[in-house]
């Protein structure tokens, strides 16, 4: 089932085009994968699927993307609650230097002051759902920063499951980990692939094949090829995209 | 010669330069505490001044600079870290913002008697305010709203800004992450902002001149519109204004003064020490 779809987008920072004509549908319960050289716009274009360019000066997008059928540009789109929908992980581990519990609950509070009760329940759904819990569950005092990098880039995830998201944006979120660490968070992913919609860029080629059920090729700001994984690893239709995933080129 | 040797006279060179910093401190707070210990005492602080401040204690002035301390935090914190707040998180960098910083770091470096003038000039006689703790404080809070302001804005602005952005992709409102993430972390630096800036509005004599102090006002002030003694200017008056003047009561009310600053500097690095306990990125 289609969750996002993104048409004609095209995304500027000033004068500066980042982004042509980019169209792609984005299924629910599934992986998309996005590759492609360093520069091409793989997380501008992420960051436009939750808005957070906007606060960049300067920053402009143009076509449309509906999430769910409604536009995420129209003025009617509330972006405080676009972003609790499309939740984001970011590259480096970046928990709040607070207690672990509180990581967990930031976006709860916010959003809503959750009731003391409701609020303990769901920090542990969400510690738990991200494997956590039972390395941290006598220590929810403790500062997150303690935890290993690995722990804490899934504190950071519990962190945005608590929001109780539709879509979970990454941006490269095992760059920063060693390999036991990343096979950690694809295993994660995996489990997460059942209830949600996760969109995740990524320089490591195999993580890419290991773990999405769609990739896009993105190659100076356009949108080269997309297709399911397997045929993108197999058998792509553009040389341009064989070049990148067999090393010849980016 | 050898660079071990070459290190060793850099170092005794740089040493012996700090010593002769320090010295004169030593020396001036060393005489104060020498000459006026003696004339501290219960009665000293807690009584009126008599013999035409010959004698007696020097209550309303340590109650007048405890009340203009506290005149210029009221005014001068939420401005100053409102306006920080405005600056680091809110203002896109425009002419007009620019302009502000350029004030600011001006407005740091103007004299303290032109504040002086200027808190005469604008409250006690265009807001006809009299010479009152209120215009006293409303000056004192004016000269010292840059140095909040700039360290405020610096403590802000030393917050990662990945912390921004995780709240907002979490839903977060700006104002929500400043409240609940920005501003916890820049406490420790704000503290020290603002205490840096009250510390020297209560050791100023310039800016109170014209605009609250009182020559000499054996009673305690009874609203904001009232005049005060206080300490810095009661000192410069029996220092050169009073003749016959004890030289032990000179400095028995430096040493008031001076404790008191002090103090309030010790609060400072103890609560600066406490909140940087809690704060690691
Ligand atoms: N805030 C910004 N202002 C101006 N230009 C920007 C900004 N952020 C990114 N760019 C430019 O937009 C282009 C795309 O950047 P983007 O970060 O989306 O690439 P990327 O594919 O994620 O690269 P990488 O793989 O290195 O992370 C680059 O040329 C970059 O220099
Ligand atoms: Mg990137």
Known sequence: MEKISVQHLNFFYGVKQVLTDISLPIDDRQITALIGPSGCGKSTFLRTLNRMNDTIAGARAEGQILLDGENIFAPTMEVTQLRARVGMVFQRPNPFPQSVFDNVAFGPRILNGARAQALTALVEASLRQVGLWDEVKDQLGQDALRLSLGQQQRLCLARTLAVQPEVILMDEPCSALDPLATLEIEELMRRLRERYCIVIVTHNMQQAARVSDRTGFFWLGQLVEYDATQTIFTRPRNALTEDYITGRAG | ?281
Request: hydrophobic share 55%; glycine share 10%.
């Open chain 2, 1 to 281: 010669m050898s660079r071990a040797w070459q290190q060793r006279i850099g170092f005794g060179g740089l040493a012996a330069l700090t010593l002769i910093v320090i010295l004169p401190i030593l020396f001036v707070i060393g005489n104060i505490i020498a000459q006026g210990l003696g004339a501290i005492s219960l009665e000293f602080i807690f009584a009126m001044p008599r013999a035409g401040m010959r004698a007696g204690g020097i209550f309303p002035a340590i109650v007048g600079t405890i009340l203009l301390t506290l005149g210029t935090a009221l005014f001068a914190i939420p401005f100053g870290v409102g306006g920080a707040i405005y600056l680091s998180e809110y203002a896109r960098d425009t002419p007009f913002t620019r302009a502000i910083r350029l004030a600011l770091i001006n407005l740091a470096g103007i004299p303290s008697i032109v504040y002086g003038l200027f808190g005469l000039g604008l409250f006690v006689l265009f807001f006809q305010f009299d010479t009152s703790l209120l215009a006293g404080s409303l000056t004192l809070a004016l000269m010292t709203l840059p140095v909040i302001i700039s360290a405020s804005e610096e403590a802000l602005r030393a917050v990662p800004i990945e912390f921004r952005a995780v709240n907002a992709s979490l839903g977060g409102t700006r104002w929500q992450g400043i409240r609940r993430i920005v501003l916890p972390q820049a406490l420790p630096g704000i503290i020290t902002g603002v205490i840096l800036g009250l510390l020297r509005a209560a050791g100023e004599t310039a800016p109170i001149l014209f605009t609250v102090a009182a020559f000499y006002l054996p009673r305690l002030p009874q609203s904001p519109f009232d005049q005060t003694m206080a300490l810095p200017y009661h000192l410069y008056i029996i220092s050169t204004q009073v003749p016959d003047m004890p030289l032990e009561i000179q400095a028995g009310t430096a040493l008031v003064l001076l404790t008191l600053t002090l103090s309030l500097n010790l609060t400072a690095t103890l609560l600066r020490r406490y909140f940087r306990k809690r704060r690691q990125w």
